[in-house]
């Protein structure tokens, strides 16, 4: 049912007394004052807890999309909100201006998990990934004598960075790409994985390589085995910086701290975001050693909340979480369990599964339902999942989450599949 009953901004989550449907006020007050850059599920949320969340009028729902991962601990970790909660009391923001007493130890933690020497924090992931660009050119003047403005970044078909003008100008994705021109030189895409490919178009200007060893928004797509080890090797042998963009396959979702460990592949330079600031706030870095990061002098880059106590204070405490190997672990078997399930439903409404660790990528037979049709079935069944390209749907819940909650997805997708090959 419709309803154009305004909400008043100073109500809080819910609608007031009388609001008929306060999930359809709530949509359309959103849809009167909020830019249309997305195309959101019909439910509204107003409270988490671990992997589930709660609606408006009070309905749970599995969150199998988790932000993008950003929430692998899940909605309201204990721990990290009384990490956040002790800081936002304290100090929440200095600058870098002046010191903190909290990005010292959120910065050696950080390097620590990384093995690598220095961090340079950030706020957004595409903030992180225009930083890794920035430094690898400069790198690639200042280091390895690249001709000036001539410096070249190898990315990979089909990948998602972000969203500023310089990323999407590398982006294949004509919808992200579309009238924001002209865009930033200097990038040169190869197909995702080929490693002849990336030798090829590898010349005395190129700086760096920049993939994700797991394509997320690409719909979960995992890289021929051996892809990353030979990407390695070619980096190192041509003096070019290995960039892993681990924005969205890091911090244990797939079953290790990082997606390159599966091949035991260490990058030049790692990429890091959304689940370093716990789904509490947005908390971004690169991590690179001395002879990359020291390129970066007093006034060549920087941002007014990078590195900002409260954020430093979540994402160290973030780093603290993931030292027990407790959440790598919980991918790896939750994961197991969730691929088995989809597998299972190859030929029943699937043609394809693509897992690695609690992160699942299934293409839905698009002559039976679109993806969004796929989510749209699962949300009525208390799940919420995120469609992507068509017809493929991405399932990433919470490391929190327990096996009967994955078993509740994969019957809930069963079910969905079913109703529509009747
Ligand atoms: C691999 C990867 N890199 C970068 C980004 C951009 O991160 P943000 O949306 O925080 O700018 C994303 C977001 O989905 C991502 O998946």
Redesign the pocket.
């Known amino acids: 049912m419709t309803t154009t009953t305004p909400v008043s901004s100073t109500s809080g989550p819910t609608p007031p007394e009388g609001v008929a449907d306060p999930t359809q006020a709530h949509i359309d007050l959103t849809d009167a004052h909020a830019a249309h850059n997305y195309h959101p599920l019909p439910v509204v949320l107003a409270s988490g807890d671990g992997a589930w969340v709660t609606d408006v009028e009070g309905r749970r729902y599995l969150d199998c999309l988790a932000g993008?991962s950003a929430l692998n601990f899940g909605h309201s970790h204990p721990r990290l909100v009384a990490r956040a909660a002790e800081q936002l009391q304290r100090l929440t923001l200095t600058s870098r201006a002046f010191f903190n007493d909290q990005l010292g130890p959120f910065a050696k933690a950080l390097s620590e998990l990384t093995g690598k020497d220095v961090v340079l924090p950030m706020n957004?992931?595409?903030e992180a990934?225009e930083t890794a660009i920035k430094v690898t050119r400069k790198w690639g003047y200042q280091v390895k004598g690249v001709a000036p403005g001539t410096a070249r970044i190898i990315t990979m078909r089909g990948n998602?960075?972000?969203?500023t003008t310089t990323i999407v100008g590398f982006s294949d994705d004509d919808v992200a790409t579309a009238d924001f021109g002209p865009f930033t030189p200097g990038f040169v895409g190869v197909p995702y994985g080929d490693i002849d490919a990336v030798a090829a178009a590898i010349d005395d200007a190129t700086v760096a390589v920049l993939f994700?060893p797991i394509q997320?928004?690409g719909g979960v797509v995992v890289p021929p085995e051996g892809f990353l080890r030979a990407l390695r090797e070619l980096c190192t042998e041509r003096n070019v910086l290995m960039v892993a963009?681990e924005?969205?396959s890091g911090l244990a979702r797939t079953g290790c701290t990082f997606a390159c460990d599966h091949e035991d592949v260490v990058p030049d330079v790692y990429v890091l975001?959304?689940a370093l600031g716990g789904g509490l706030y947005?908390v971004?870095a690169i991590a690179a050693d001395h002879d990359v990061l020291d390129v970066v002098r007093p006034g060549t880059h920087g941002s007014t909340f990078g590195g900002n106590p409260l954020a430093a204070a979540i994402g160290h405490e973030v780093v603290q979480l993931l030292a027990t190997g407790e959440f790598q672990e919980r991918a790896w078997v939750l994961g197991a369990r969730l691929e088995e399930g989809l597998r299972g439903m190859v030929g029943a409404g699937l043609v394809g599964v693509r897992a690695r660790g609690l992160w699942a990528g299934v293409d839905v037979d698009p002559a039976l339902l679109t993806g969004r049709e796929v989510c749209e079935g699962l949300m009525r069944h208390g799940i919420l999942a995120k469609d992507t390209h068509g017809s493929t749907v991405r399932f990433a819940p919470p490391l929190v989450a327990t096996e009967s909650d994955i078993d509740l997805l994969v019957v809930a997708l069963r079910t969905v599949l079913e109703v529509a090959r009747r």
Do not use: L, M, N, T
Not at 160 to 163: D, L, N, S
């Open positions: 993008y957004s992931g595409a990934v998602f960075h972000g969203r994700e997320g928004e963009d924005i969205q975001g959304k947005p971004s």
